[in-house]
T-cell receptor
């Protein structure tokens, strides 16, 4: 079975700073997908960024980028120029490439951006 | 285009009562999912439906049943609610083609007394 671990329960930074959220996972699969979801106080789950394991290039979406280290089974999220609207819970998630598309989530990191 | 909708948004039940959580999507997606989120934890999969007419158990199926009524709708039923089922429930859907984003509904907060 796959497991996803987020070792930082809470983080807090000042607006405009850069912050990195950590995620490690355990799997015996060679092909899979990784995701970061954001959950603001509204409770809505919003996809931030996703990565295919077979791609060596790290995914980027505007201010959000990942550092994907397949051998180390690490998938961290970097938020540049953080904004107040980035305040949310952030969840790392894993999905096998084959079979049913079931997401396995980490425990989450509560990120607070301070003015 | 409403995406994924869930009803109700909030519900309080007494132990032993039954209820059905409703989920609908208007994106013509093949797959639908039910997750629960407990405090301090990520979402855990309860049941999923890879396509219309099929359902399968996820990580935490005990105490729940599901029905994939048609391509749009996927309901979750609690036959005899227990306090351990107090949680926030999320429905999601996806097209199920390769790397595919799951789109989530707004969630239902359920309290079982």
């Amino acid at each position: 079975a796959q497991t996803v671990t987020q070792s930082q329960p809470e983080m807090s930074v000042q607006e405009a700073e850069t912050v990195t959220l950590s995620c490690t996972y355990d799997t015996s699969e060679s092909n899979y997908y990784l995701f970061w979801y954001k959950q603001p106080p509204s409770r809505q789950m919003i996809l931030v960024i996703r990565q295919e394991a077979y791609k060596q290039q790290n995914a980027t979406e505007n201010r959000f980028s990942v550092n994907f280290q397949k051998a180390a089974k690490s998938f961290s999220l970097k938020i540049s120029d953080s904004q107040l609207g980035d305040t949310a819970m952030y969840f790392c998630a894993f999905m096998k490439q084959k079979g049913a598309q079931k997401l396995v989530f980490g425990q989450g990191t509560r990120l607070t951006i301070n003015p | 285009n409403a995406g994924v909708t869930q009803t109700p948004k909030f519900q309080v039940l007494k132990t032993g009562q039954s209820m059905t959580l409703q989920c609908a999507q208007d994106m013509n997606h093949n797959s639908m999912y039910w997750y629960r989120q407990d405090p301090g934890m990520g979402l855990r999969l309860i049941y999923y439906s890879a396509s219309e007419g099929t359902t399968d158990k996820g990580e935490v199926p005990n105490g729940y049943n599901v029905s994939r009524l048609n391509k749009r709708e996927f309901s979750l039923r609690l036959e005899s609610a227990a306090p351990s089922q107090t949680s926030v429930y999320f429905c999601a859907s996806s097209e199920s083609r390769g790397l595919d984003t799951q789109y989530f509904g707004p969630g239902t907060r359920l309290t079982v007394l």
